[in-house]
């Protein structure tokens, strides 16, 4: 073994030569893992590094692979993990020979490793000093391959030519770099060697910098096939290139579209004797583009400087793309702008103009400088508020495209919604509505001599506006100033809210105004206190703070300066209908209100929840005459909440400064949400903080406090201070610099933070929190402490990510290290579940498995809080122990706290004569012990099965090895409902006389060679006592399995026997739920069959949505018997129209159909090979069919019904 010792925490055994084991750790896709030191010595050869593979299951070294040359640093370009499992091994200083930083990139089956020293016989590599093979990083193809890029690769005496070689992900690629087996540059300073991979899995080498010929930097872009090599020199017959000095092709970012094709942007490149005129070439993704840039292949720009595709290629929602080009010159008048459609299946190429592109058509129009706004269904709108509009300087347009076909000409009154006066800047907003409309905002268009009114115009999304922006066509403001239009909130329902903070009342400026809107149709009226919610005192600006749209369609308007009188910022928060707005003045009857100045309700915004409802975060509310108390307020998402804020409707602070909500909320996947109050103060004890868990549609209420808070315990602890990490199940971590904190997302967190819930409550800057499954996370502490004053260690801890992990970091649940030695590198190796940690500085690699702990001791006790759906280890914290593992399955899942613990006997002990393993456990769920369900994996040592087989009672033996397969087949467990009344865990301490034999699936139980323990398995509903036991008067039979499945309305229940001797019926038991079982069927035991049967017939019709169980009740001529192991089965619902019964029949059977009186029902019978065995029609008579199978066999069949043309299947059994 390479283990140092077999427990939680294991180090690795240094290989000789190793100075800083586990600079890197790197876990592979097939469960081995990787470690690196890059300054292994070999053989008195200094640093030339090594890389260990070693075994995932057992922790075997598997292969050395090292350099051989000092200061080759094998691996110190890190490890890339291929998807099959292989790895590649980056040594960018590897020294070839005299040759030095030749480097070298090293394909290794992940597997069987690779044992000896990096070469060009085993590598990929360089051969000239500098080449540096590698350095560009690595890139992994979907398919698996890799991509080595070399800028620094030297071709013969072209310095920096660089090279991309195509590396065989299932064999490698080996030898030195060269034209037969890479792409390269045949020129100094080509710097071949960046990659783009495009979406079907070939990749484009990006070559800016390469020159063609004697042509510097005309640079190229060469299309590569991800599954074949591409080699030899870049030319243009491979390639796209560039023709003139400083084309600098592929210069800008590669667009890659959706369907697989790319698209090239060139702004420097040189139209003739116009320099910078810009080219954007198309490329097929299947096939490439080659030759040089042209109008002939690309869209180009004609003029000096009109540097098209020097923006950003805007793709649209439907996979087209837009092409943006402000510079473009339209003959003399500069800078007039351009967008440009163009297909993503076809491309398009051609000088831009105006009969291809939408155009300016005056001086500094600059067309395309704005983003133009997309639509769901794939049309788009250019926004020019810079277009003149004649003589109108910068009156501004909104240009609606078809996002098929594209838009050109010039921007004209005729195809665009334009401005009429000067500085409109109509354009400079385009908001998409959530129905495909969309609204233009022209908060500077001039209602005749009333400057900067404002308008906000409603346009089709399916064809746009064109026309002038007018009163007739538009939601306009009256005043010079009104500006209407500041801000446009699209509604989920379709709808929008238009806010106007600075519009006036007449004289009174900046009163403001937010306006409803129908999103289904133009708007046409002047915004007023009869159509909108509106301000009445100077500078009160309505809705300054925002509009927040809600879940179902309603919103809610924020106004932080609202007053009264002589107040001033008291601030108010307004729900408005979705359908119909509200109108006229902020009050108490219908808004939340502050109560005294500079309140600022609302000052942190609003928080819509997914069920409608909302938050208010008013951080700046004070208590009374305690200031900056903070108050977060649940509001009504379907009527809204009014009046002024206390902690009857509010989660309010009771101490200056407390700022509650002040850093946010954080919405849970569940709908239930968390509020940060990082600096809320307990008592005297400073910046505590504090989190409050909320539950969706309750509000949440009162004073901040532990009760029905998480709270700090620490002066400037400022829990809630960072965003809370959420985890792939739904709960969530808070974490700050003293600790961790793991919650359920289903029941919150209150209480002060403690050792008890949290991991290192003292902790010390907890640096991350990092998912690496949806069973675990890890924190990361740079360093912990013991008081808040004396440093210790610093750690990585493991976390279960259902439990969560407390207490202070130590061996249990951490490795530690060395408070002057940081980690290296942390790797979670799924398949298998444990954490590799590498600490360079001490030479040291840990493993820490959460299951690697020993067996737990007599009385040891595990309690633990479990999520719906989790799986946790049953862990002895003070002991460093373990139990076994529970898992939360069906629909009561375990959930809660659940306590667990262990009894070891001192001699094996016996219940009504009969021996029971003296490791025995009571596993007992806080919530709902008697139905919670779960599945159960308990541990057990081999000297406990072995002591058990020494009792002289012990007749039935328990298993001796993994191999012995009777052992395995005699385990039962003995299951004893509730509670141990006298804490003995004994048998006969439980309530009732009798308990419930299980028997595991054989599968289930399992000899772990690894940590030397038997793992016994089984699925439970209700819990108990549980004791492993052998059947002293075990049935002749052997249940090899049993499984049911849901078969259109029925249940087919099936199961395998084996060496039955006097053997006599199976009783078909079912439960609803899972304690009260009654016998739907008895099935007579066949001498020498060993697969059987049985239907539940109707169960979908009879229990929709529901989980059953069925067990089987195994009966001996001498009346013994034992059950099997429960199973259960969910329901998905009525598959309806069909029911046979009574089913099994040994005659006739009744079909019910819902059909026409009268209509022909054709039936056929299908046995279990498929053939046909009967075929029938029947007439449907009072909803039935009747089926004789007199003249069937014994045995099971399928049952068609065809019907008015619907067939339905049914499973049938005849006696």
Known sequence: MSFCALSQVTDLLNPSGTEQFGTLVTALENGNYVVLDHMYDLNGVSNVGAVFLYNGKTHELISTLTGSTANDQVGSGLIIPLKNGNFVVRSVYWNNGTATSAGAVTWVNGTTGLNGVVSAANSLVGSSTNDMVGSNWIEVLPNGNYIVGSPSWRNGTAASAGAITLGNGTTGTTGPVSETNSLVGSSENDYVGRVVVLKNGNFLAQSHSWNNGNVTDAGAVTWCNGSAPVTGAINASNSLVGTATNDRVGIEDITVLANGNYVVSSSRWNNGAASAAGAVTFGNGATGVTGAVSSANSLVGSSLGDQVGNDRILVLRNGNFLVRSRYWDRGSITDAGAVTWVSAVTGLSGVVSSDNSLVGTSANDAVGQYIPALLANGNYIVGVPAWDNGSLQNAGAATWGNGSTGITGSISQSNSLVGTSANAYVGGIVTELTNGNYVVSSSNWSNGSAVSA???????????????????????????????????????????????????????????????????????????????????????????????????????????????????????????????????????????????????????????????????????????????????????????????????????????????????????????????????????????????????????????????????????????????????????????????????????????????????????????????????????????????????????????????????????????????????????????????????????????????????????????????????????????????????????????TVNAKVWVEDEVPDYKGEPFVARHYQITPESNPGTAEGRVTLYFSQLDFDNFNSHPKSIEKLPTSGSDTQGIINLRIGKFSGVSSDGSGLPGSYPGEAGEVINPEDSYIVWNAAYSRWEVSFFVKGFSGFFVQTNANALPVTLVSFSGSQLENDVLLTWNVTDAQNFSHFDVERSVDGKRFSVLQTVPYVDQQALYNAIDPGAAHYFPGKTLYYRLRMNDIDQTFAYSRMIPVRIAGDRNDVVVYPNPSAGKFMVTVHSTEGELADITVVDLLGRVVSRSSARVSAGKIELDAAGLSSGSYTLRIEVQGKVQSRVIVKR
């Open 454 to 896: 404002g308008a906000v115009t409603w346009c089709s999304g399916a064809g746009g506006l064109a026309g002038e922006v007018t009163a007739q066509n538009s939601l306009v403001g009256s005043t010079s100033y009104d500006q209407v239009g500041t801000q446009v909130t699209p509604l989920a329902n379709g709808n929008y809210v238009v806010t106007s903070f600075n519009w006036g009342a007449g004289s009174v400026q900046k009163v403001g105004a937010v306006t409803f809107c129908d999103g289904s149709q133009p708007t046409s009226k002047v915004v007023g206190a009869d159509n909108s919610l509106v301000g009445v005192l100077q500078s009160e600006m309505i809705g300054n703070g925002g509009v927040t749209a809600l879940a179902n369609g309603n919103y809610v308007v924020v106004s932080t300066s609202w007053r009264t009188g002589t107040a001033y910022q008291r601030g108010a928060v307004t729900w408005g209908s979705g359908t119909s707005g509200i109108a006229g003045h902020i009050t108490e009857q219908n808004s939340l209100v502050g109560s005294r100045d500079q309140d600022n309700i609302g000052n942190k915004g609003i928080v819509a929840l997914p069920d409608g409802n909302y938050l208010v975060l008013s951080s700046q509310w004070a208590n009374g005459t305690t200031l900056y108390a903070g108050a977060v307020t649940f509001g009504d998402g379907q009527n809204g909440t009014a009046g002024q804020i206390s902690q009857l409707n509010s989660l309010i602070g009771s101490s200056a400064n407390d700022q509650i909500g002040s850093h946010g909320v954080t919405i849970l996947r569940n709908g239930n949400y968390l509020v940060r109050s990082p600096f809320w103060n307990n008592g005297s004890t400073m910046r505590v903080g504090a989190v409050s868990w909320g539950k969706r549609n309750v509000p949440l209420t009162g004073i901040v406090g532990p009760d029905n808070s998480f709270v700090g315990s620490i002066a400037y602890s400022n829990i809630g201070i960072g965003e809370p990490r959420i985890l792939a199940n739904g709960n969530f971590v808070l974490y700050n610099a003293f600790s961790t904190t793991w919650g359920d997302s289903e029941r919150g967190l209150v209480g002060f933070c403690t050792n008890q819930n949290s991991l290192g409550s003292y902790g010390g800057n907890n640096v991350g929190v990092v998912e690496v499954s949806d069973n675990y996370y890890y924190v990361i502490s740079i360093y912990s402490l013991t008081n808040p004053y004396t440093y210790q260690f610093r750690s990585v801890t493991l976390c279960n990510a259902v439990t969560g992990t407390s207490g202070s970091p130590n061996t249990c649940n951490s490795v530690l290290g060395n408070f002057s030695t940081p980690f290296a590198n942390t790797a979670y190796n799924a398949q298998h579940g444990y954490m590799v940690v590498g600490q360079p500085l001490l030479n040291k690699v840990s493993i820490y498995d959460p299951l690697g702990a020993p067996l737990a001791n007599s009385q040891d006790e595990s309690n633990l809080n479990i999520a719906a759906e989790g799986k946790a280890e049953l862990e002895v914290a003070s002991g460093c122990s373990i139990l076994g593992v529970i898992a939360s399955t069906g629909p009561e899942g375990i959930r809660g």
